[in-house]
């Protein structure tokens, strides 16, 4: 079974890095179960191992925080869940892509939960949100905002890092990087969307939804 762990407060990230490290190894040596770890950060910049130095428009703003998990610029702060997933890859297959795959897929089927219909797209990793009410792109397409954020490290296949979706974060706050590297589009959270939920209500979607996607058998919410 997977233990699912909440943490209160805002937790510090050099210190969340040193914990998931550690679990990881003993998750990898047989000497701890899989964790799924519910934490929100103060404000602060990550940068993962694609991250550009260009992309980081107010250096002085927040911390800046360099990580070794896949991705480039991310923004963590108040109002935002952050799921660490330490899971054993190495017995999910040792598919990297279809475990990022899924990770993306149960985002979207945690938005689900509250009427909203996440997407995937090709060359971009995280879940997207359509914005028909926006002005369309120069090419024509329908605007898109950035909901979720993905980036995943692996130690001796075990996972560490994970997902971390907007619920009512400081939108502002993400001025100061490039998010993702992508310049032409935006991201919003789900209170952004009109939907009065709290980071409670997400945790709920995400253990509820977890077993569907991965098949695991997880504590009742």
């Avoid at 510090?12 to 890095?17: F, R």
């Avoid at 190495?90 to 990297?96: M, Q, W």
Wanted: with cysteine.
């Amino acid at each position: 079974m997977v233990e699912w762990r909440t943490e209160p407060g805002l937790t510090d990230y050099p210190q969340a890095v040193a914990f998931m490290e550690a679990r990881a190894e003993a998750i990898a040596r047989g000497e701890a179960s899989e964790l799924v770890w519910l934490v929100e950060h103060p404000p602060l910049y990550t940068a993962g191992t694609s991250a550009r130095a260009e992309d980081l428009r107010d250096p002085g703003r927040f911390d800046v925080f360099e990580t070794r998990r896949g991705g480039q610029y991310t923004y963590h702060g108040p109002g935002q869940r952050v799921a660490y997933v330490m899971l054993d890859v190495g017995a999910r297959g040792r598919d990297v892509r279809r475990f990022v795959a899924d990770l993306e897929a149960w985002v979207v089927a945690a938005l689900a939960e509250f009427g909203l219909t996440g997407h995937i797209r090709e060359g971009r990793v995280g879940v997207w949100i359509e914005r028909p009410e926006k002005p369309r792109t120069a090419d024509g397409r329908i605007a898109e905002d950035k909901v979720a954020a993905i980036g995943i490290r692996l130690r001796r296949w075990v996972s560490f890092h994970g997902i971390a979706i907007n619920v009512e974060p400081d939108l502002s706050h993400f001025d100061g990087i490039v998010p993702c590297g992508i310049t032409e589009h935006g991201v919003t959270s789900l209170v952004d969307l009109g939907l009065p939920v709290t980071l409670g209500d997400v945790d709920v979607a995400l253990q509820k939804t977890f077993g569907t996607v991965f098949g695991d058998r997880v504590p009742a919410a």
